[in-house]
């Protein structure tokens, strides 16, 4: 494995971070883009991503343009991302393993760096389009400090903080003490029960707060907020599809605390500061949890098993011996249920709440 920092001739002006995954990991790669920013002050910086991911970026200070990738390529789509990118740059960075990631890379710099798969995994050439490359850990390392190790192939400081995306126009939504709530992740598997959400609801309204709630614009996402809405205390406020990611993040800011499950929109909360409440099933908070704001160690924040709480960020896991089993749910499905989900009591929640915002 090639760890040695590669030596380079002279600091690279133009550089180029290809991050094609969802929304949440393009938001974690923005503690690279700092890294970067910070030892190449001159250096113009490209991000490669898709383009329902932009928004997550916008108006960061360390990005310098966006290359839009279409989704579903087309032929025609093929040719005119090769032409943008096409040995533009001096240095690609791929901040995945996946065949397109590793091609654009190739594709735009004569030197390169990135991740790749393990020999025992299909894929294992991918190495030599790199002058050099890390072998992707799946489990043991948490996804900032994943991409975080890059810099080492640079010999750069990393920096540990993310940047949340940022406007100056948003929303003064409500003169009264809120919380928000995210209720809907892009998959069932990660859901609570509606009826944990509707408990917690009604006690955040005993506690004289009001409820605002995020959502995205999906129609099934959408439809499930109005009905679970009728529920809810009658000022809550539904805000689902009307807002700019950066609106999104400055209503948040301002909140008393967060809720959601393990999604992206709860990374983005984490970024912001706010106190996040985040509930977890399946997946593996060593890897996934959300980052916490002034976390500066090269450790992962958060153990595999049990509830935890790290600077703004509480954690709450649900009980089961097979937790974490990094499986989409019971059936193995991304619109499973996960019975660790549906085991976290609504007092469990409550007394995390109650720790947070006293």
């Not at 087309?74 to 740059?89: E, P, S």
């Not at 994943?146 to 750069?156: F, G, N, S, V, Y």
């Not at 499950?261 to 409440?277: M, S, Y």
Request: proline letters at 6%.
């Amino acid at each position: 494995m090639t760890t040695s920092p590669l030596f380079l001739k002279k600091k690279p002006q133009r550089i180029l971070v290809i991050s094609l995954r969802f929304l949440g990991d393009t938001l974690l790669t923005t503690a690279l883009l700092n890294s970067l920013k910070k030892a190449y002050p001159k250096a113009e910086i490209d991000v490669l991503v898709y383009k329902s991911n932009a928004l997550i970026l916008e108006n960061n200070p360390a990005i310098s343009n966006y290359i839009i990738s279409p989704q579903k390529l087309t032929k025609l789509a093929y040719i005119n991302l090769f032409k943008q990118i096409f040995r533009r740059y001096d240095l690609s960075i791929s901040t995945q393993t996946g065949d397109r990631p590793t091609l654009y890379a190739f594709l735009a710099a004569s030197t390169r760096i990135g991740l790749v798969p393990s020999r025992q995994e299909t894929g294992w050439f991918k190495r030599y389009f790199f002058q050099r490359w890390l072998v992707f850990d799946e489990v043991k390392t948490h996804t900032v400090l994943e991409l975080l190790r890059l810099c080492q192939l640079l010999a750069i400081e990393p920096v540990y903080e993310l940047t949340p995306p940022s406007t100056e126009k948003y929303p003064d939504i409500t003169t009264k003490p809120y919380v928000v709530m995210h209720i809907m992740p892009q998959w069932r598997y990660k859901q609570w029960t509606s009826e944990g959400w509707i408990g917690i609801a009604k006690y955040l309204e005993q506690q004289g707060l009001q409820i605002v709630l995020s959502g995205s614009p999906a129609k099934n996402e959408m439809d499930y907020l109005t009905t679970i809405q009728k529920q809810f205390p009658t000022d809550t406020i539904n805000l689902a599809g009307q807002l700019s990611l950066s609106q999104l993040a400055k209503v948040i800011e301002k909140a008393q605390l967060f809720i959601g499950p393990d999604t992206g929109i709860t990374h983005l909360a984490a970024a912001t500061g706010v106190k996040t409440l985040a509930l977890f099933g399946p997946s593996d908070p060593v890897k996934w949890s959300p980052w916490p704001k002034n976390y500066h160690v090269n450790l992962p924040p958060f153990h595999s098993k049990g509830s935890q709480q790290v600077n703004n960020i509480y954690l709450i896991q649900g009980k089961k011996s097979c937790v974490p089993c990094y499986l989409e749910g019971c059936e193995k499905h991304q619109q499973s249920y996960s019975a660790c989900l549906d085991a976290i009591t609504i007092e469990e929640v409550k007394k995390t709440i109650e720790t947070a915002l006293n």
